[in-house]
């Protein structure tokens, strides 16, 4: 069966440092795979998606970057980062007509 | 661009009621619709997928509506539990592989 990771679940950083929320899925090939970001209150934002190695398309424009070095790894960076970025951010993939989603990665930045 | 509203956006009932949550959206071409459930601070768990040519899909105490044409859907939670309180998310997806929209939810909570 298919699984997804990603990690950490939780963390705390200040304005201007790196950031790297990691993801990979299991059990399957060649997925589709996203970055949401779901604020406080308010619904899921889309942020990045893939449809292969190497392919990024960027929804939103902001500090943020997303990277796929292998078929099922998905990575969100960002050089620095802003208080706005604070969020709950979660990975997912989908292949044919249904997604699955990662727990989420709880961000503070301070 | 696809809107996806879902109201209320906090619903409060007491345990065994019969519920109905809603979503609308604003384009009717649609490939399916897919209800979420998601428990604070977690991920989303898909409960039901109903493809666009189908009008409704149950899977044990819930059932979920489609009505395409006016852009509509219904969960529907027969006799409910405390342990179905949480956020629910309706999300439509059209074509391609970026065209999924997502409501921001109903807050659920079921009161013993």
């Known amino acids: 069966s298919q699984t997804i990771h990603q990690w950490p679940a939780t963390l705390v950083q200040p304005v201007g440092s790196p950031l790297s929320l990691e993801c990979t899925v299991e059990?399957?090939?060649?997925?589709?795979l996203y970055w949401y970001r779901q604020a406080a209150g308010r619904g899921l934002q889309l942020l990045f998606y893939?449809?292969?190695?190497?392919?990024i398309s960027s929804e939103v424009p902001q500090n943020l970057s997303a990277s796929r070095p292998q078929d099922r790894q998905f990575i969100l960076s960002s050089k620095k980062l802003l208080l706005s970025d604070s969020g709950f951010y979660l990975c997912?993939?989908?292949?044919?007509?249904?997604?699955?989603f990662g727990e989420g990665s709880w961000l503070t930045v301070v | 661009k696809q809107e996806v509203t879902q109201i209320p956006a906090a619903l409060s009932v007491p345990e065994g009621e019969n519920l109905v949550l809603n979503c609308s959206f604003t384009?009717?071409?649609?490939?399916?619709l897919q209800w979420f459930r998601q428990d604070p601070g977690k991920g989303l768990t898909s409960l039901l997928l109903?493809?666009?040519?189908?009008r409704e899909q149950t899977s044990g105490r819930l059932n979920a509506s489609l009505d395409k044409s006016s852009g509509r859907s219904t969960l529907y939670i027969a006799a409910s539990q405390p342990g179905d309180s949480a956020t629910y998310l309706c999300?439509?997806?059209?074509?391609?592989?970026?065209?999924?929209?997502f409501g921001t939810g109903t807050r659920l909570t079921v009161i013993p």
């Open positions: 997912a993939w989908s292949r044919v007509n249904t997604i699955y």
């Open positions: 059990g399957t090939s060649n997925p589709n």
């Open positions: 893939s449809v292969g190695i190497g392919q």
């Open positions: 384009d009717s071409a649609i490939y399916n």
């Open positions: 109903i493809q666009s040519s189908q």
């Open positions: 999300a439509v997806r059209g074509t391609g592989a970026n065209n999924l929209f």
